[in-house]
């Protein structure tokens, strides 16, 4: 990939981004400490740290309209998902932070008599409007549930709100009485008196006449208006093809649609075969889709919670940073394990045989960055004995590699990630395992609880770019053994991660079909810091936050997600200096790396 310039959206050029360009050591320095020379470049960021620009612009009206000077707003694509904000910045936040907290809920209004379609995507929007002193609660909120809207969702509402099509719910209007009355239409249909038409008052003084239609037949303004919204947002929002296009993202992650299909024909899809993943009774509707692997995690947690009695969760393995964060501020808490190693087993049994009592025990496989994989058979065999729940998030082995669901009650994945492969679209999803013993209390919450934010354009997106998904990982598979050998083979490199490669091999065998690969991701450490950054400087890939892109990224992992707590980290075996790496599609891939490791030879280390 060509060189991308600090601060610019990866890909280049993309409104919706997931990803920006920190291309050297000192950049993500620089971002981390919040310097002006990275911040002040950065047209966007990874969504759930960087709230997009349209997000921002579009908060920034919604106060304007109902808000203070003082106030600021976090948006969300429902009322019950701002309440929980809400709810979470009144538990966390002092006192005196919470004055003017409020909801601000937006909808469409009826009266402007919006189509069918557009009121099938249900473009409402809430928003948290709090002070400066409770927003940075609004933000963890924001960062850790995934709970808040697209850039997709937010741009295309915000356009509504400028319209005065999409309004606070108390100022929504019905329709009214077939009399003279204020005009609804948009300008471009609107009929105006002149300003200098005025009639007397009845004390005598001039009134000034406001736009009225100078009709009483309702048809027209209603046909006039309507006709303005199908042409300005319904064309742009196709929603018919959105519950095929989740049929078939679903169907995927099943395993049971492998091959381009007619959106427009049902008859084109498979059979959704019941025995899908090696599982029985496995059905479409146990697959959920959420607008981000974060908030499938976090719905996963809150359905637990009420699913079962409240207790304490188990992080087991050195964690993506939000997920432990999940479990240690949303309910009775969490114990952390984690080195994930037989060692921690051992002692969490004894817990469990001295009569403590866990709510689940929440996993990656394999785990990010370290790339260890926990023993699920031992898990499995634990939870069944001891009654905790096990949660699987299988983002980096992904689906096609390796089979998790037969010892998972829950599997979660980032579909953000390698699913999607193009960085333009976030997505997740949760599979609830049917043979579950927790099945039917998960089943009933879920039923009673789960609200559908999945923003309609970025389903679409979704669908699109996860067609090749199959081929991709093959590809992306070889790729990462090939740039393992290497990094294995070159002196300087002093320890590579890769589940073919770690003494968690076995644990990953267990799990691995029978065609799948090792995945796409991998780390390694270089002899010194000096040698690291001169390596990562070096290298000709895009550089930046997030994985599994149809590109390989890098990035200097452990700084940018753990950089106030590095020495916390080290305490894992999780090295400050550990380079992350995304392996993407390119063809010359081990001559990109191969070139970064020479000019880490000329790096001049001081004995």
């Not at 047209?43 to 612009?57: C, E, L, M, N």
């Not at 809920?105 to 009266?111: I, K, R, S, T």
């Not at 193009?422 to 209390?441: E, H, K, Q, T, W």
């Not at 993407?584 to 001081?606: C, H, M, N, P, Y």
Request: charged fraction near 20%; proline fraction near 6%.
């Amino acid at each position: 990939m060509p060189s991308i310039e600090l601060g610019d959206s990866i890909p280049p050029n993309t409104a919706h981004a997931v990803s920006v360009s920190l291309p050297t050591w000192k950049s993500n320095i620089g971002y981390e400490e919040g310097q002006e020379w990275v911040i002040g470049t950065m047209v966007t960021g990874y969504p759930r740290f960087f709230i997009h620009k349209s997000i921002q612009a579009f908060g920034h009206d919604i106060v304007a309209k109902y808000g203070t000077a003082e106030q600021q707003a976090m948006l969300f694509p429902t009322r019950k998902t701002a309440n929980r904000c809400i709810d979470f910045i009144r538990d966390k936040a002092p006192q005196s932070a919470l004055a003017g907290l409020k909801v601000v809920h937006l909808v469409l209004d009826p009266a402007k008599k919006p189509p069918e379609a557009l009121q099938s995507a249900t473009p409402s929007i809430s928003a948290v409007l709090c002070s400066a002193e409770a927003y940075p609660f609004a933000k963890q909120y924001w960062q850790h549930s995934g709970d808040g809207v697209s850039s997709r969702r937010a741009e295309f509402c915000h356009g509504l709100f400028k319209e005065n099509i999409l309004v606070h719910e108390s100022h929504a209007s019905s329709p009214r009485p077939a009399q003279q009355k204020l005009c609804r239409g948009p300008k471009r249909y609107r009929r105006t008196a002149s300003v200098d038409d005025t009639t007397k008052a009845s004390n005598g003084a001039a009134q000034q006449q406001y736009p009225v239609k100078l009709t009483d037949d309702d048809s027209t303004d209603t046909l006039e208006t309507s006709r303005f919204l199908e042409e300005r947002y319904g064309r742009n929002l196709d929603l018919s093809l959105v519950p095929n296009a989740k049929s078939a993202i679903r169907r995927r992650i099943a395993g049971v649609l492998t091959e381009n299909i007619d959106l427009k024909s049902t008859t084109a899809f498979p059979t959704m075969d019941s025995n899908a993943r090696g599982i029985s009774n496995f059905k479409e509707d146990d697959i959920y889709l959420v607008p981000c692997g974060m908030n499938a995690i976090f719905t996963t947690h809150q359905a637990l919670l009420k699913a079962r009695e409240p207790r304490k969760s188990i992080n087991f393995g050195f964690p993506y940073v939000d997920t432990l964060k999940i479990l240690q501020k949303f309910g009775p808490g969490a114990i952390f394990y984690g080195h994930g190693s037989s060692g921690d087993l051992d002692d969490l049994e004894s817990r469990l045989q001295n009569g403590e009592r866990f709510l689940g025990l929440f996993c990656e496989f394999p785990g990010n960055p370290l790339l260890s994989c926990p023993d699920l058979v031992r898990i499995r065999r634990l939870a069944d004995t001891y009654d905790f729940a096990v949660v699987v998030d299988e983002t980096v082995g992904t689906f096609v590699n390796v089979n998790v669901l037969p010892y998972a009650d829950v599997v979660v994945s980032s579909l953000t990630k390698i699913f999607s492969g193009d960085c333009n679209v976030m997505g997740g999803s949760l599979i609830l395992n049917p043979n579950s013993r927790y099945y039917a209390s998960l089943k009933a919450v879920m039923t009673a609880e789960f609200e559908d934010t999945y923003w309609a354009e970025d389903v679409v997106f979704m669908e699109r770019n996860s067609r090749d998904f199959k081929s991709r990982i093959d590809r992306v598979n070889a790729n990462a053994e090939a740039i393992c050998d290497v990094l294995i083979a070159h002196p300087l490199v002093t320890k590579v991660y890769y589940p073919k490669h770690n003494d968690t091999r076995p644990n990953y065998e267990v799990c691995k079909l029978p065609n799948g690969g090792y995945g796409g991701l991998l780390s390694c450490t270089l002899k010194t810091k000096a040698h690291a950054m001169a390596f990562y400087d070096a290298l000709e890939t895009a550089k930046g936050p997030s994985l599994g892109t149809n590109f390989t990224l890098t990035s200097p992992y452990v700084v940018l997600a753990h950089y106030q707590e590095l020495d916390w980290a080290a305490g894992y075996g999780v090295d400050p200096d550990l380079l992350r790496i995304s392996v993407g599609l390119e063809d010359d891939l081990t001559d990109i790396f191969a070139r970064a490791l020479k000019v880490a030879e000329g790096v001049q280390v001081s004995e």
